[in-house]
């Protein structure tokens, strides 16, 4: 049986939530149901791609991601279901689809599902848990509405590359104010070719990397690449964020000898 | 197999939902446990009821919900099991029973179920989990303890509605900071009659009912209803508690032409 | 089924926490997942460790209880798997598990399970999980790797006895700002034998135990001993901690007559 996971701005003390997972129950009694995070910034399809970018893969094949944030359908941001590295994911396309995928998605569908009330609408409890428990009980992803070409494409946050540098920036600061950047260790290895580098944060140079928080002595700065694959900047057993005084957008650049 | 509802003023750090998790899985392995919030303000059966109210319809028939806010048992707020809209609620009748209720519930319990242990008592977990588990097993609420014939009435936070004015208040600030009052789409439409209105909060006046947050330009005031019914004021795409100072108990005067 | 349970200090935002759940569900499709508590403060293994203790034993025997609190390997803080009162445990031996138990535990097995990648680790997702699936699978305790003799030993928070006294100190602090203090209700019937007594907090004095909040006046200190059998300090109705400006590590004095 497909998971659903649920991500969205909603955090967890109002009753969208449970209206939602009430509402999946009542379409569907067997649904396997995960929460993703609800604790994103209002608004911010950023963090959110990130979020979900960082975690959707390790589901089952076949898992059916819904996400509530900006879920207000217009012409410009119509609510899809897309089909993605045998994932599926339901939302309104606001660029947050964009910045979650690295390629072009399998199948883009505009959700064409009749709405039940008058009311003002709660898209992803009238909208995308339909669409949701539909994939789940085995309806083909093209018969939720009409195909579409393309993912509407908000500027990605991608750092900028040339032969000897790398520049880029800080895209999510985690729960221990470990900073993490846009810049990949593909991107690092393409254009590093085994030559020496620097790490430039702020004011303070990093000439290697680490394979783990403990490589430097307590305190230190190190900067490793996670297990997400991304470069992240990080003190061993304290807070980058705060003593390093670093934030979202905040550039790294690295420069290769 | 139904469906157990939780809602407290736990909170998330604790040990307390944990315990009452292990409990219930403990009693009843197949249980299907679904959490409401455990974001309640401490003792805040006001709140509680909003969100109970707000989400327990969308849960499948049949569904138990146990309420652990200010759960200690006396002769004016007895433990009761209570029948309501095909749906089973368990708590103490502090009174967040009559604000969660439209009417009277079909079936009030007394519930009366031994004791395991000398030490002080967490009531959830040591009788309100007993008590939906045995619901949830197909006991007849009946066999929990004696009918009692009426709840305790906590005087309602309702509106003033004569001829020409309804006098509502703010009753929840949601996430987004959304402002809800207690004045729902029926009473509305009872004294309009199709009369123009002026709805007045603060000094801003509102002089129609929008159908979605974009209906205005982006930071100007509206007031719709919202899925659940009751009227809420909002700014497009920004902040109405913060940006109109509004709070809980805020007067919403609605006058009518 | 055996239940898994979670407990981290990774908060609810990040991405970690989904991580962990989608690689539960695609290595064992059938796992029962329950948060314990995420939001321990970083790296605190003695509040983790009274949250785990003060819940675990109400999950059904054979629950396999993970614990992603700092859990970086070392030779001092291998990667465990212990048995202990029918439960499971899995983390780094970095002294939460001498805080858990009360006693020896039945196995202690360091874990030797070969990891799929060369990037840093992700100590839960990538070694924990696995251990835990292979348990919930039916695999052995001891296949998952070598027999250890003895956990690292922190020194545990315990109170200091002596014939006619004993003190302790606040080791958590609740939601409801209950103060809950290191004295079991064992530790306090062996050395009080029936005498009168006088609880010093600060300069409070409290001269007897209440069974239940409400047996003294709204706003009152009273000690009680609650349901996980140690001693807490608390108001009627109110908050002990910011009212008594109590605050962990705070002394706690019993002195019997």
């Known amino acids: 049986m497909p998971i659903i996971t649920l991500t969205s701005d909603w955090g967890l003390k109002d009753h969208y939530l449970a209206a939602v997972k009430g509402t999946i129950y009542s379409l569907f009694p067997d649904a ?10 209002q608004f911010d399809i950023a963090q959110g791609a990130y979020i979900i970018r960082n975690s959707y893969s390790f589901f089952p094949k076949g ?7 900006n879920t207000v359908a217009s012409i410009e941001t119509p609510h899809i279901a897309v089909e993605y590295n045998d994932h599926f994911f339901i939302g309104a396309d606001n660029g947050i689809f ?14 064409e599902i009749p709405q039940d009330s008058d009311y003002f609408t709660f898209s992803t409890k009238d909208v995308f848990v339909k669409a949701a428990c539909m994939l789940a009980k085995g309806t083909n992803i093209i018969e939720l ?26 895209i999510y600061v985690d729960v221990y104010e470990n900073v993490i950047t846009n810049i990949s260790e593909n991107q690092f290895k393409r254009v590093q070719k085994g030559r020496d580098f620097v790490i430039e944060v702020r004011k303070n140079l ?24 991304l470069m992240q900047i990080a003190l061993n057993s304290d807070k980058a964020k705060s003593l390093l005084g670093l934030d979202y957008y905040e550039s790294i650049i690295i420069t290769f000898k």
């Open 32 to 41: 396997q149901i995960v929460d993703i995070s609800h604790q994103i910034p």
């Open 98 to 111: 964009s910045l979650i995928f690295d390629s072009e998605p399998d199948k883009i569908i505009e959700i």
């Open 145 to 170: 509405g009409s195909p579409l070409t393309e993912l509407n494409d908000k500027l990605r946050l991608k750092p900028i590359i040339d032969e000897n540098s790398i520049k880029g920036m800080v």
């Open 63 to 69: 898992s059916i991601h819904i996400i509530g944030i």
């Open 206 to 229: 990093i000439k290697k990397l680490s394979k783990s928080y403990t490589d430097v002595r307590e305190g230190d700065i190190l900067a490793l690449f996670g297990s997400n694959g």
